[in-house]
């Protein structure tokens, strides 16, 4: 593809993500939005108006196009791997939210079918791209803290989704500790045991779906790094993102974010502060537009894109594990074979 032209970009789904996504885009000095496709016309028309987009409601009217040059994938989980598969077949670069299906047999029959193929591929796992947590692993690998013995992740948000998408979700395992079991791979790659508990605390329709509404997970890496992630779908104070890295040397952490760093000092209390931002979209805003400025550069680099396929192969094995542990109450192994 020739450098002296914007790439030529075409986003999948018109929702919630598809917003975040079709706004970064467009924004972007190395992008031109061109179609947005969505079944549901009447989303893609109207972001399409406000981008410059074209609307359509096919893949195969995205695809048709000679001058495709990348898609981005924020339609449902059922899309995916038919969409990734396509772009691979036809050496499109691919950017895909996770996860890649709830099926890890459909998964791997995938990545059986792109293997060999060279076109880049991003899972959209965007918290490697905060600005927070990828200075605090940066500074993990460079010895900062010794070695890494210990790492946190608390992830809550700040209410349940809707019962119509809970009741599709996948449990709160697949959908929301994804990131988190991504994250904990980011610091330690090779995990080797899963154990993990599920509760039903306050949400009755999250129970009647046969979900948790709270789950604490542990996992061990094989240097017997010790790893616990904490999750809720509720939490009265906002968005609570939290990461603490402990090692033989020290400790990192990386606290929530507030929309300004004002505090208050009076007789009815000191540092009071401003809630913390109140959803993902305003936490990891910039992580968004920094994953997609590292998908641009693969695509004009011609190079592999991190996080890749396997990485969103793993983050859903270890997904699987932590809901077969919490149901059984046993730990469960994790064999290289796997992934």
């Known amino acids: ?38 079944p549901f ?4 028309q109207d972001l399409a108006a406000a981008t410059g987009a074209l609307a359509v409601e096919t893949a195969d009217e995205v695809f ?9 994938i924020g339609s449902p989980t059922p899309t995916h791997v038919d969409l990734i598969s396509r772009a691979a077949a036809a050496g499109i670069a691919a950017l895909c939210e996770k996860p890649i299906d709830l099926d890890i047999d459909r998964v791997r029959v995938c990545r059986d079918q792109i293997r060999g193929t060279n076109s880049p591929l991003m899972l959209g796992f ?11 692993r940066a500074r993990v690998e460079a010895g900062e803290i010794g070695g890494l013995e210990q790492l946190t992740i608390i992830s809550r948000d700040p209410a349940p989704a809707p019962k119509a998408y809970i009741e599709t ?19 330690v790659p090779d995990i080797v045991e899963v154990s993990a508990t599920g ?35 509720h939490s009265a ?20 974010m507030t929309p300004t760093t004002v505090r208050k000092y009076s007789a009815a209390g000191t540092e009071e502060s401003d809630p913390y931002l109140p959803f993902f979209l305003e936490r990891y805003g910039q992580a968004y537009r920094n994953e997609l400025d590292s998908f641009v550069k ?18 859903l094995v270890l997904a699987n594990a932590a809901e077969e542990s919490a149901r059984s109450g046993r730990v469960v192994t994790i064999g290289k074979e796997e992934g």
Request: glycine share 12%; aromatic share 8%.
């Open 1 to 38: 593809m020739s450098s002296d032209r914007p790439l030529k970009v075409a986003l999948f789904g018109s929702g919630r993500i598809g917003q975040v996504h079709a706004r970064n885009i467009a924004d972007h000095p190395d992008l031109e939005l061109a179609w947005i496709a969505d």
């Open 41 to 44: 016309i009447k989303g893609a």
């Open 64 to 72: 048709a196009n000679a001058d495709l040059d990348a898609i981005i």
């Open 126 to 136: 965007n918290r490697r791209f905060d600005p927070n947590f990828a200075s605090l």
């Open 169 to 187: 979700s996948g449990g709160i395992f697949r959908d929301q500790s994804i990131h988190d079991l991504d994250m904990a791979r980011f610091f």
């Open 199 to 233: 509760s039903n605390l306050f949400c009755d329709y999250i129970e009647e779906a046969g979900d948790f509404d709270s789950v604490v997970i542990n996992l061990r890496g094989r240097g017997g790094e010790q790893i616990t992630i904490i999750n809720s779908r």
């Open 237 to 256: 104070y906002g968005h609570d993102q939290r990461l603490e890295a402990f090692g033989s040397e020290g400790l990192l952490t990386a606290g929530n």
């Open 298 to 315: 693969a695509i004009r680099a011609g190079t592999s894109c991190s996080p890749g396929f396997d990485d969103g192969v793993m983050a």
